[in-house]
Structure formats: C-alpha cells, structure tokens
C-alpha cells in the first residue's frame, strides 16, 4: 500500500478540472498526478485515512478508539485535514487511502468528475431537523429570529465548495438576493460570533454545542439543508461520507474488506451505545470531554442501505451541484457506491 510519487503526465485535464474547483472556493492545495492502480503496495502496511475533525466523522473515531481496526489485524492511521477539498486532494495524489465519514459528498463528486472511479462510497452520515448535523447560528444577543432577519449582515460558513454553495442556497431561500458568505475555519465560526466578527453563520455540529455550552452563540436553526435545499425538513441529507480509493480496492481487497467490517462494527456500536459513543468526539473535533453528552448525533448508514429512498434523496442533492454548474457534468450516486 505505498504511495506513488505524482506522475505529472496524469494530470492534463483533470487538473485544469480540479483548478476550475479552486478557484471557485479558494482553497489552496499541492496538486500531483492522478492515483494509479499501483498506488498502494503490498509491502506498507499502513492505512491512511483524511478525516476533518466534525461529528460527522465519528464511526472513524470510534473505530479507532475502540479498537476495531487493530482486531481486525489493520494499522490504521487517521490524517486530519482543514477541509474536504483538501481530502480530496490527498485521495487524488494517493497520499490517504480514502476519508471518513463527515467528508462533504459535493467535494467527493467533483473529485469523481476529475478522476472516474477515484473512490467507493462504504457509508454515508444522513441529517435532518432531528439527526442534526447542519444548522444556522447567530450570537447570544442578536435580535434575528429566522435566517430572513440577517439580511444584510455578515455570514459566514465553513470553507470548501459544498459550504459555500449551501450557504447561499439557503440565503436565497430565505429572502437574500446574490448572497455572500465568508468561509471561516469550523472552529473559529462560534468565537467569531461573539466577538461581533459575523451575524451569523452556517456551520456544523460540534459548532452549535461548543457555542450554547460556552455561552458564545445561540442557534437559529437546525436541518437547513433538508429544509431549504431538498425541500423537506425530514428528508435524509446525505452531507457527509466515507469512502476508499479505488486503487486501493483493487491492490489490497482483503484489508479493504477488513476495514469496512471494522467501519460497520462501529457504527453498530453507536447505533447502540450512542452515550458511550460520543465519548470518542473528544479529541477528533474541538468539543471538550466534559460536553461530549450534549453533543446531538447525525444518522450513519452503510452501503447496503444506500438504495430506494436513500439513493434516491443522496441523487437530489448531486442534482442541485448539477443546476447550479458546480458539476460539469452530472453524477450518478450509484456508480460511486461500492458494491461489496
């Protein structure tokens, strides 16, 4: 499983792609080539996994603390990054084997566009009005009572593509015309709020707990990309996912197939110990140990259970980066999937 050294023949148009990508959300990133089908040997050992440090990701957190990976024979090593582009980046030069739940799904599909059968999909994080993950924050004294009161203020949002593009959705939807929207860091969003930096912001948790526990924020509004973007406040937002390289598939599938074992294992356990879960969000994101219990929880499916309704809502979503010619080209969510 050892990594290549970029091979700058690869990268022609895919790159230009991933350029256009950029400069569309600012992000820096260190392109190489493309992933070959060597990429990963047989002779490390060592699985890297991008992880950005939000609740999301917790089945990867849980896996490692609790020691799934390591009974299952695997040195797993997880690397955090400060946004999912930069993941993908990571994915598209070989230097991680895949990403954690809480990856934006936007980023994963242009990274798809830039390179066919980059990854496969082996879990996904779905959010809602009550499996909150997204949500809308303002600061403990703001007079807003809705996300139309902010108009003309200053909102921000994290960074990366699939925030932006969110963020001016629900704007719009709520009254704004040719929104804009400040990409802030994760966790310097509740900070910035109670300094009078922003009027508000579109985050994700841990962000609202860390800000009422703190007495820095309050929160607005939770599931707002259900409500405003998929048009059903129930609807199942699938945001976030895990998924491996796969290069890395194909030249290890017996650890493949140990690691996605090992990632089902731990979100059965969440799915039955959700207390003693939280416990491991410590750690991996900026909520301290003490807060952990306050901490709400987005739903994690795996792949088997992406299909019929699932599917269907996780394609709506690839559809609106389509509308609005974030994709070049539409995705088709199934093809990303893997298969077992």
């Known amino acids: 499983m050892k990594n290549s050294k970029p091979e700058s023949s690869l990268v022609n148009p895919r790159r230009r792609q991933l350029m256009k990508w950029l400069a569309i959300t600012g992000g820096a990133m260190t392109l190489g080539g493309m992933v070959p089908a060597s990429a990963f040997a047989a002779d490390d ?65 242009l990274g798809a566009i830039t390179q066919p059968d980059l990854f496969k999909i082996i879990c996904s994080n779905p959010s809602n009005r009550t499996l909150v993950l997204d949500e809308f924050l303002v600061p403990l004294d703001s007079k807003a009572t809705s996300i139309a009161d902010l108009k003309g203020k200053k909102i921000a949002c994290g ?31 509740a900070p910035a709020l109670a300094a009078g930096q922003i009027d508000g912001v579109y985050t994700l948790e841990p962000t609202g707990t860390v800000g009422r526990m703190k007495h820095l924020s309050r929160t607005l509004e939770t599931g707002v990309i259900s409500k405003y973007v998929l048009g059903d406040a129930d609807a199942p937002w699938f945001g976030g996912a895990a998924a491996l390289n796969t290069a890395f598939i194909k030249s290890s599938p ?41 901490v709400p929880l987005p739903g994690f499916v795996m792949y088997p259970q992406l299909n019929g309704d699932n599917l269907k809502w996780f394609q709506k979503f690839y559809d609106v980066f389509t509308e609005r010619k974030i994709f070049s080209k539409p995705v088709d969510v199934a093809s990303l999937i893997y298969q077992g």
């Open 45 to 109: 050992d060592e699985i890297r996994i991008g992880y950005w440090p939000i609740v999301g990701g917790l089945p990867f957190y849980v896996a490692l603390e609790q020691g799934f990976f390591k009974q299952a024979g695997l040195n797993v090593k997880g690397v955090k990054f400060a946004s999912a582009q930069q993941i993908i980046e990571g994915m598209l030069t070989g230097r991680i084997h895949g990403c954690a739940n809480g990856t934006a799904t936007g980023a994963l599909g």
């Open 159 to 189: 960074p990366g593509i699939q925030n932006v593009t969110m963020a001016k959705i629900i704007l719009e939807k709520n009254g704004f015309s040719n929104p804009s929207v400040i990409e802030l860091p994760v966790g310097q969003h």
């Open 254 to 294: 017996d650890a493949a197939k140990k690691f996605i074992a090992a990632y089902a294992q731990a979100v059965e356990f969440i799915q039955a110990n959700p207390d003693k879960a939280r416990a491991n969000i410590a750690g991996y994101t900026s909520i301290e140990p003490a807060l952990v219990s306050e």
